[in-house]
């Protein structure tokens, strides 16, 4: 099992930049892709970023590529969101996420996520 704590997250203003943490603990990390999610009040849960197991592969949203990077420490057991350029409709809960299965490169879909943390608050105001 694998359990997620997110953190980095507060209050910026537009054009700032923000490096959010995804801290995780269990012995087997290294072995799961990781997602990154945002959510803000009344709209489905949507991906931002993805990074694979190994961490070669990494993939964005649309509305974040160019100014969001996604990277892995299996050292240190944690993920990072770097966001810059960062625009108020940024603004949202961001979680990360593990899949139910092991060795894989991450996935768009919040569904196919087993692991969830509890989220951290990105406010970007104008």
């Known amino acids: 099992q694998v359990q997620l704590v997110e953190s980095g997250g507060g209050l910026v203003q537009a054009g700032g930049s923000l490096r959010l943490s995804c801290a995780a603990s269990?012995?087997?990390?290294?072995?799961?892709?990781i997602g990154w999610f945002r959510q803000t009040p009344g709209k489905e849960r949507e991906f931002v970023a993805l990074i694979s197991w190994g961490g070669s592969s990494t993939d964005y949203a649309d509305s974040v590529k160019g100014r969001f990077i996604i990277s892995r420490d299996n050292a240190k057991n944690t993920v990072y969101l770097q966001m810059s350029s960062l625009k108020p409709a940024d603004t949202a809960v961001y979680y990360c996420a593990a899949p139910r299965s092991k060795y894989t490169g991450g996935s768009y879909y919040t569904n196919e996520y087993e692991y969830w943390g509890q989220g951290t608050q990105v406010t970007v105001s104008s």
């Open positions: 269990g012995r087997t990390f290294s072995s799961y892709a």
